[in-house]
């Protein structure tokens, strides 16, 4: 631009109000998050309704009579056609069903997600049992990771172009290029087994014990924060490397501050907007992601059960926690937006 | 004793020497204006001046001395103590310069911490106080609000008050006012003379508008390629330039109240007619009126010129006339035929594609138009070129081997080719040097007269659309306050809106310009 | 296994403390009705008595039937029809009220309900009139053919003669369920727990069980179970690598844990091979288990017996015990009956392929069969199973490749597979299958897989060959008439080598299971019934 | 995140269009960054191995699939027999355990598969990510709102899950490696589709498009000549990341048992099944694990390179900033 004089002016930001509008933003987006969540929902059982799995024949047990199998695909309504089912399943969100445990029955009340083929459990109190585990490990590893990823960052931009930084980027590369059932199993032979660090880890509840709960998930949050950081490094570096290059970084250089508090202070919270943004992400898609630490730990979370249910062709429990999931998937997509607009209020929400 | 000796100031990026052994120097409370050409090295100067090239690649060499701090030589921690306590800096563009996360009255009193040992509160008193003294009203308020939350005037305000907050022996202000529109620039060169007025400060004002310079200064230097061209008192080089360079430089600046040719009357018949064209934007209580109700006519071979501040719609309305945009309200009316339209955009590099060299692009009209023949495309583009003034051979060229000029020539090789009746130029000069503007404008008149097409020309120099135009529409807020010949609203202009556009237009005369100053406090209210 | 007999002996075992129990599936369905168990089970026989149950007792002593409620193995009419048991005196459950027979064949009507299924066959087919009776949900009238008449006498009747009617009479579903506490499909979350422990908590369908001492229980009419602990915390949803490796680090809570789902892999194995003391806490035990390879003669080229023979030559044994890991987790099969005397084990090899497959036998064999330049078939597969996964399946892809049979390999999903092999239209011809007994005798181990009567149509069939032969048939019904079980077992092996002889299958190997526990547990005792360590003996004081 | 779900929305900010310098600057660019030529050529090294797979272990005179039952202990476990896990010079990384299987075979044949699929997976979500976003970014308001909430909805689904679901229904006979990466492109373009969206809706502003329009072309026209090489840039640099991401995603699917099939081998396969034999077999898991890292590592820095080298304000950005010792270069 050596030839020109660019007269830019403030087209783009006199179109941005601020945050004035965000009540008819929720609104706009609550109704296009519940035809996002039904869509999930006809999709997922059309999908697992094609799913090859004999539901009564698994649930009865493999050497049931083919008249058993029958009375039991009665019992849970598998005969009844897709639609129909479908059609209860909405209406059970909407305003509950009822169910027979042969002696008495049972209400399950609205929202109701109708009840496990496999183990009559309520398909809500399923969730609900299982959410704090994977809210746990999703919180847990997110504030860690944040943490990591964001330093981690923070210092790669610092330290640009040096040996350390490159040191650094591959150190936490290192994470997200190992599988997660591979670092979890390390950490856990040589941290519980045989350092002796940590219990092996076992879901405590933190209404119980928040010490325990803390200690326990400590190593599971540390696996999925070591594969997680190296994105949020790499994004920190990469905004605060942007905001570096921004005009007002400089004025404030111009002004005799010193590097570090230009980093600290303003590259920094220059960064945090798209940071914010993906960790909202990450943190809703964890609830329906993270099978495999889950697995490895044995923490009873809705990842883990997610999978035995597709196992045994478990339906109901399917489609609920998919919809639980993409739930907090939505809502964490909706935070990112809003957060991102507060982080920057130039942003307006449309 | 001077507060500024700079001495065989040399400075070389990678590949090019930005300034080249420059000497000047600036007595304590002198004001001195830097002008020359984009790319002249005038920002490079004020740069070097804070030592902001350190760690950078950048080699410097030369002697600097600032409010008595050798630069060169200066530690880090010296340097800081230099940077916006004795010498402070106002940035071109007002918009990028304040962090946006945080609160204006903050980022001044973090300012003013890091030089003073002031407390918290001492902090943002103080940031009150000059936001105060640089003219924001109702400051306590002000000063918790983020940038975003200002205008543009208001945010330069700002970064001025961040500059005084320590009291500065020296200010210096690279291009204060460039991104600000006529009537706002005003105001922004009445703070910094009253300013100066009252704490007695240096300024070293840093800008390529001469105008802008013989309003504020006592002083001018001017640059060329990094080396000075003329140095003196603002009216002896103003008035009798002693180099050549200096004289094409100040004949190249339209004037508002340069004589213009007379221009043959409007023959032709109505092209377009709009009624009660309205445009808006968004839904709801979010909603903007770009356009409101405007109607006008275009005779064929005739220029309409349409000035106005940023945001007052012009870009909207051209669109609207090319058709580019549909218009929420009114109709627009043509002739027995439908006049072929094009446009010429605002920036060039956004308006060539990088990907394609400019021959293609400027056949792609040709293109759409059903011409495929390969030698048939390169003949007629080459005419083209030639006709904007450019070498057939460059066809194969790409846009970044262009200067801003060129590239601006080739926008409108592109527009020409499809042979319009219409061609709307939206802002083809403003981001243009004013040498290289005369020449655009130059040949805009020149291809009219040998097309016979018809013009509309935007721009927010009211000195540039009187050159240019037949007719001129001035617009505020999405509607046409004033509308006639160029002698009606420059002569005599009804509308006050048009009055305060005109009298806000700096003039090469620093007396007149002082006349105007006081004349302006009568017009405007205090911001 | 009875060579590590004595190694948890070490020191006398104690009451008290906590037993934990680390698994990787969960103790879903805990209600009596819907176990699907061989001897009442490990955890569940815990909390559920029955009127007879397995002996306590390592190796092969470990395979007899003894009474439980009952005071002995039941009285059969004579042609073994009518069973008639007295159940013993003063036998409670865990809030103090008295056992009845009435409970007892309550507990068995509901196994029947549709709500409850979930259990083994064989009530419904060996009871009168248990084909189509729908439980006492829907007809609360009960079964005729179980008779109470009075609170500690029972007697059922049956369609045709079942020696073994003790054996099955150690099944869950012979828990007395009291009628008044039955709750249907919530029973599983506080079943009335008639043995020595009882359930204080079960979250989530068994994913955590704790269980606590049942004051009511007493030992003098309990001869099997010990009940030492006087807790048990029954943890699951682990990884199996997790589980074993918190057992032999064996810390904390891990010290006074065992684990009754999981055995130890060969890279573990691999690994405690090299540590004396890790190996001294390996339980091995054999459990009545045979992997092989099902053939559906009703698919060509498998219709051609010559073709199975080839295959039965060409099989290379120990590459495939290799897959699934080394002689020490199985041990070569070349019977169809499991290698243990309480089946009527009779050894034999009617198509020897020696340790590693005899190629050349092979060829000759294919080539009778009018295969000179071989042949390639297709093996299904499951695709992720430890028995019939793709291990098991590429190994003997390899093995037959030397024999000129090119193996094309077809993995299923489990519950693909499952669907696929178990129904007669779509059964694939070569197919990796395996068979557990449900209890130590040759009669639940060949007349489901050989039984011309018990191929399903339109259900879940097990008689992979779909055989239907008169002679196979009139035997097994003339053994089930014996009540002698020792005889019985004489009879199923002499069985088992005459049906071998039409290489219907190829036997691969049996499961040897290993198993850690932590180093405070004591009394190991591992029967040749279930194969693994009986927590109702173990002690962790 | 080699969980689950792969990044969405920010990644954005990271990227930036093609600059309008042309292809001489970036090599340029390009070439002054040595990490980047060295993770290049570590790339080039890997395909090549790939392809050459049949090649290098005729080399060594082994395949992949034969079983070597005397050179594991059988007793052991299977533990392969002799120092190293049985290296030698006919078996130049060592067997696998159980099998005898030779690992170096096997390594260069799962190179074939994990890079093939991932290659292949990021192939269909560009180009589903490409369309929709091109559609969503260039549609009319309704257009715009059904392929957006489409995109949500691609998003909201667990990869893992729909994967499972999927792999299930296909029949056995499909070729597992090509259904492992066609099922990871169509579950996880949404993020691809939202950055081109966002990149469309940037680009259609561009004056240099409005003048597309002028001169008479069509939505296709213009989206095929004015946006389509604009996207290029961004498009394959966000590939470049995602093709790592999608090895790691395979990996992940193998350890659920839903990944390619026996005796096909893949990286994420002989993790999978290494894991637990990391101390009776150590190089087992070595190797693959070690290959995986440093396809991922010089893939990430490769990816990252190639953005640096688009971004026309990384070479001034060295020039900002007023750290002492360190002088740019070029
Ligand atoms: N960081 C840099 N790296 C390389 N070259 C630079 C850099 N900054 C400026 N230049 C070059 O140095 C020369 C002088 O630039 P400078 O910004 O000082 O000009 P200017 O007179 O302020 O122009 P303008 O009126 O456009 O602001 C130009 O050729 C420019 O391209
Ligand atoms: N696409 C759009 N969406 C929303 N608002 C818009 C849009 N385009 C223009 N506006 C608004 O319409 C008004 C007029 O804009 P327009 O670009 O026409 O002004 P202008 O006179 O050309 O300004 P400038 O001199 O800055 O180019 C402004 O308030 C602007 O914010
Ligand atoms: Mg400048
Ligand atoms: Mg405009």
Redesign the interface.
């Known amino acids: 631009m ?10 783009v ?6 945050l ?2 965000l009540g ?1 933003f929720l609104l706009r987006r609550m109704v ?1 998050a519940v ?3 039904l ?2 929902t006809v ?2 059982y059309a ?2 309704y ?5 539901v009564a ?13 029958h ?2 695909a ?2 849970l309504h598998l005969d009844d056609p897709v639609y129909q089912r479908y059609w209860d399943f909405l209406r059970g969100i909407v305003a509950g069903r009822s169910f ?5 029955i ?1 209400h399950c009340a609205a929202p109701c997600l109708g009840l ?1 083929y ?4 309520q398909v809500t109190e ?1 969730i609900t ?2 959410l704090p585990v994977t809210g746990s490990l999703a919180l847990g590893s997110l504030v860690i990771y944040l943490l990591l990823g964001v330093g981690t960052g923070l210092l790669a931009a610092w330290r640009r ?2 040996v350390s930084e ?1 040191l650094l ?2 150190l936490t ?2 994470g ?7 670092i979890g ?2 950490l ?2 040589v941290v ?2 045989q350092l ?1 660090w940590l ?2 880890p ?1 879901y405590v509840p933190l209404t119980e014990d928040p010490e325990q709960w803390a200690w326990n998930l400590l190593l599971p949050w540390t696996s ?1 924060a070591l ?2 950081a ?2 949020y490094a ?2 920190t570096r ?2 605060i ?2 905001t ?16 570090r508090s230009v980093l600290g ?2 590259a920094l ?2 960064a945090l ?3 914010i ?2 960790a909202a ?2 943190f809703g ?2 609830f ?6 889950e ?6 979370g809705i ?2 059960a ?2 035995s249910a ?4 478990d339906l109901p429990v ?1 489609v609920g926690m ?1 919809l639980v ?2 739930f907090f ?2 809502l964490a ?1 909706l935070v ?1 937006d809003v957060l991102y607009a507060v ?4 942003v ?1 929400l449309v | 004793m001077s507060l500024v000796e700079v001495h065989g100031l040399t400075v070389e990026y990678d590949t ?1 020497r930005a300034v080249d052994d420059l000497s000047f120097s600036l007595n304590k409370g002198a004001a001195l204006g830097l002008v020359g050409e ?2 002249s090295g005038k920002s490079t100067v004020a740069a070097a001046l ?1 030592g ?1 090239h350190r760690g950078t690649g950048a080699r410097v060499t030369g002697s600097l001395l600032v409010a008595g701090t050798d630069v060169q030589r200066a530690t880090d921690e010296e ?7 004795r010498a ?2 106002v ?1 071109q ?1 007002p ?8 609160a204006v009255g903050n980022q001044i009193a ?2 003013y911490r ?2 003073t040992r002031a407390g918290r509160r001492a902090a943002r008193e103080r940031a009150l106080q000059v936001l105060d003294q640089v003219g924001i009203p109702d400051a306590a308020r002000r000063a918790r609000m ?1 940038p ?2 200002f ?2 005037g208001m945010r330069q305000r700002a ?1 001025i008050a ?1 500059a005084m907050a320590c009291e500065p022996e020296l200010l210096i202000a690279d ?1 204060p006012t ?2 600000l529109d006529v009537t706002v620039q005003a105001q922004i060169l009445d703070l910094l003379h009253s300013l100066r007025e009252d704490t007695g400060m240096g300024l070293l004002l840093v800008t ?1 508008d001469v105008g802008v310079a013989a309003e504020s200064v006592d002083d001018v230097l001017v640059m060329r390629s990094g080396r000075a061209v003329e140095r003196g008192p603002i009216n002896t080089v103003l008035r009798t330039p002693a180099e050549s360079y200096t004289r094409e430089l100040l004949g190249a600046v339209p004037r508002v109240d340069a004589p213009t040719a007379p221009r043959a009357a409007i023959t032709g018949d109505a092209l377009l007619t709009a009624t009660g064209l309205r445009r808006d ?2 839904r ?3 909603s ?1 009126t770009a356009v409101d109700g405007v109607s006008l006519t275009l005779h064929r071979g005739e220029t309409l010129g349409i000035v106005g501040e ?2 007052s719609g012009k870009t909207t309305l051209g669109r609207m006339l090319v058709g580019l945009l549909g218009p929420t309200a009114g109709t627009l009316a043509h002739g027995a035929e439908r006049p072929r339209v094009q446009m010429v955009f605002q ?3 956004a308006s060539l594609n990088p990907r394609r060299s400019i021959g293609e692009s400027i056949a792609d009209p040709l293109r759409a138009q059903g011409e495929r023949e390969g030698a048939r495309l390169r003949a007629r583009v080459g005419d083209l070129l030639q006709r904007v003034g450019l070498d057939p051979a460059h066809y194969d060229r790409y846009p970044h081997e262009f ?3 060129q590239r601006q020539r080739v926008g409108i090789a592109r527009a020409l080719a499809p042979s319009p009746d219409l061609i709307v130029c939206d ?1 083809p000069v ?4 004013v040498t ?1 503007q005369a020449q655009v404008i130059a040949l805009l008149a020149e291809i009219q007269q040998d097309l016979g097409l018809a013009l509309v020309f935007i721009a927010h120099d009211l000195a540039v659309v009187r050159q240019v135009s037949d007719r001129v529409a001035v617009m505020k807020e999405g509607s046409v306050v004033e509308y006639g010949t160029v002698e009606e609203v420059y002569g005599a202009p009804r509308d006050p809106y048009t009055q305060r556009l005109l009298a806000a237009v700096p003039t090469l005369d620093p007396v007149v310009a002082t006349e105007r100053r006081t004349a302006r406090r009568a017009l405007t209210p205090t911001w | 296994g009875p060579k590590d007999k004595d190694e948890g002996a070490k020191g006398t075992p104690h009451k008290g403390g906590t037993l934990t129990i680390l698994n990787t599936e969960a103790q ?2 805990f209600d009596p009705a819907r176990l ?1 168990t061989s001897g009442g089970g490990n955890v569940p026989s815990l909390v559920f008595r029955t009127l007879t149950t397995r002996n306590r007792a390592n190796g092969a002593a470990g395979s007899k039937v003894v009474p439980d409620l009952a005071t002995d193995l039941g009285t059969p009419s004579k042609n073994a029809t009518v069973w008639t048991y007295t159940l013993k005196k003063g036998i409670k459950y865990e809030d103090g009220s008295p056992i009845t027979s009435a409970d007892i064949k309550y507990g068995i009507e ?1 196994s029947f ?9 064989y009530l ?1 087919d060996w009871l009168v009139g248990g ?2 009776y ?2 006492p ?1 829907k007809d609360k009238k009960g079964l005729d053919s179980i008779e109470t008449p009075d609170a500690r006498t029972i007697v059922f009747h049956l369609n045709k003669p079942e020696g073994e009617f003790p054996f099955l009479a150690t099944q869950t579903q012979f828990t007395p369920v009291p009628r008044s506490k ?5 029973y599983e979350n506080h079943p009335l727990s008639s043995g020595p422990y009882r359930v204080i908590s079960n ?3 068994g ?2 069980l704790v269980l606590e001492r049942n004051r009511y229980w007493s030992a003098a009419n309990d001869t099997q179970r010990k009940s030492y602990p006087d807790r048990i915390d029954v ?5 199996s ?2 589980i074993n ?2 057992l ?2 064996s ?2 809570t ?1 010290a006074a844990a065992v684990t009754t789902d999981t055995n130890l892999g060969p890279a573990e194995l691999a690994k405690i091979s090299g540590d004396k003391s890790l190996a001294a806490r390996v339980g091995t035990g054999h459990f009545g288990y045979t992997n092989y390879l099902a053939f559906n003669p009703k698919v060509k080229p498998f219709d051609n017996p010559k073709v199975r023979e080839a295959i039965a030559y060409a099989i290379d044994r120990s590459s495939v015990i290799n897959a699934v890991g080394g002689t020490s987790l199985a041990e070569p099969a070349t019977t169809f009956l499991p290698n243990q005397e309480a089946f009527g084990y009779t050894p034999y090899d009617p198509f020897p392929a020696g340790k590693s497959g005899n190629p050349k036998k092979a060829r000759e064999v294919l080539a009778e069969a009018g295969y000179k330049h071989g042949i390639t078939l297709t093996l299904t597969h499951a695709n992720q199973d430890p028995e019939a996964g793709p291990e098991i399946a590429t190994a003997v892809q390899d093995a037959l490749k030397k024999a000129g049979i090119t193996v094309k390999l077809r993995g299923l ?4 597979y ?2 696929a092999y ?1 129904d007669v239209k779509a059964e694939p011809g070569f197919f990796l299958a395996r068979w557990g007994a449900d209890w130590p005798s040759g009669g639940p181990f060949l007349a ?1 897989i050989f039984d011309g009567r018990q191929v ?1 149509k ?3 069939n ?1 008689n992979h060959a779909q055989l239907d032969d008169p002679a196979v048939n009139k035997e097994i019904d003339a053994i089930n008439k014996l009540t002698d079980l020792n005889a019985a077992a004489k009879r199923w092996g002499a069985l088992d080598k005459r049906i071998s002889a039409q290489a219907l299958d190829v036997p691969l190997f049996h499961p040897v299971y290993k198993r850690l526990y932590g180093k405070d547990v004591k009394n190991i005792v591992i029967s040749n019934w279930t194969g693994v360590l009986d927590v109702s003996q173990v002690a962790v004081k | ?5 792969l ?5 954005a ?2 990227l930036q269009p093609l600059p309008a310098s042309g292809g001489r600057q970036f090599l340029r660019r390009l070439r002054s960054q040595p ?1 980047t030529l060295v993770a290049a050529g570590i790339v080039v090294l890997l395909i090549v191995v790939a392809l050459a797979a049949p090649l290098l272990t005729a080399l060594e005179g082994q395949d992949p699939t034969t079983y070597h039952p005397h050179l594991v202990d059988s007793a052991r476990g299977g533990v392969p027999v002799g120092p190293l896990g049985g290296i030698s010079a006919e078996h130049w990384l060592g067997v696998e355990p159980q099998t005898g299987r030779d690992l170096f075979a096997r390594l260069v044949y799962g190179a074939r598969v994990s890079l093939g699929v991932a290659f292949a997976a990021t192939f269909v979500q560009l180009v589903i990510g490409l369309a929709v976003g091109l559609g969503a970014g260039l549609g009319s308001g309704w257009l715009d709102q059904i392929l957006s ?1 489409i995109t ?2 691609i ?8 994967a ?3 792999l ?2 296909v029949p056995p006979s499909f070729p597992r490696p090509v259904l492992v990466a066609v099922i990871i492109g169509l579950i996880a373009w949404g993020s691809t589709a939202k950055i081109v969206r966002a990149h469309t809706i940037t680009l259609k502003q561009l004056d240099h498009v409005a003048a597309a329009r002028l001169s008479g072309w069509n939505t296709w026209h213009i989206a095929r000549r004015e946006l389509l090489p604009a996207l290029a840039a961004p498009v394959i640099t966000y590939g470049a990341l995602l093709i ?1 991401l999608n090895i ?1 995603v395979e ?2 699917l193998s ?2 048992g839903v990944g390619v099939k026996p005796p096909t081998p893949s990286w ?1 396969q002989m ?2 099944s290494a ?2 034999w ?1 101390q009776a077999a150590p190089q087992y ?1 070595l190797f693959p ?1 070690g290959a ?2 440093v ?3 010089s893939m ?2 490769f990816g ?1 390179g190639i953005r640096t080298a688009l971004d026309p ?1 990384a070479a ?3 020039r ?4 002492r010792r ?1 002088e740019a270069k070029a």
């Open positions: 050596s030839t020109l004089t660019l007269r830019r002016r403030p087209l930001l006199r179109r941005l109000p601020g004035q509008g008819g296009s035809a996002t969540l869509a999930i999709i997922v999908v697992f094609i799913v090859p799995g004999n024949q698994i649930t009865c047990g493999e050497r049931c009579s083919p008249a058993q199998v009375q039991v009665a019992q027979s445990t042969g002696t008495s049972e496990s496999r183990s009559d459990q399923l049992a299982k172009g040096r490159r980027t591959g590369l290192a997200t290029a190992t599988p997660v059932f591979v199993l390390l856990m032979i519980c087994g002796q219990p092996f076992q999925l594969i997680e190296a994105k790499r994004v990469a905004a490397l942007e570096l290059a921004e005009d007002h970084v400089r004025t404030f250089r111009a002004y005799g501050l010193s590097e202070r303003h919270r220059g907007a798209p940071v943004a993906l992400n990450d898609s964890m329906g992601g993270a099978v495999l630490t697995t490895l730990f044995g923490l009873p990842g883990q997610l999978v597709v196992n045994v062709a399917v998919v999931t993409g998937v939505v997509n990112a982080a920057d209020r130039r307006v | 090019t984009s790319g804070l902001l340097l800081r103590g230099l940077r916006g306590a402070a800096m940035f563009d918009l990028s310069s304040l962090d946006p996360y945080y973090e300012v890091r030089h983020r975003h939350e205008s543009g970064l961040m291009e460039t991104a390529h934007f968004g709801g209580r979010r903007v940023s945001g920036d060039p590099v200067s801003g000029g802002e403003s981001s243009l040097d290289t | 879903t369905d699907y509901r309900a549709a709500e409850l299924s979930g259990g083994a066959p419904r084909a189509g729908p439980g949900y039955d709750d249907g499909t919530k979250e989530n369908d994913e955590h943890r699951s949803g682990l990884d690598a997790v490796q918190r032999s680090a810390q904390g891990d999903e489990i519950n693909q499952r669907d178990k489901p399903v339109d259900g879940a097990f | 995140m080699s969980e689950a779900l990044p969405t929305g920010p990644v900010d990271e990490a909430r949500d909805i998003i909201a689904l667990p990869l893992m899950i729909m499972l679901a999927v299930a229904i790592p790691t990996a992940a350890f659920l994420g993790i999978t894991n637990v990391y898991l694990a995986l890292f396809t991922v590592l990430t820095v990252d304000r001034s950005r060295l900002i900033g007023t750290g360190r």
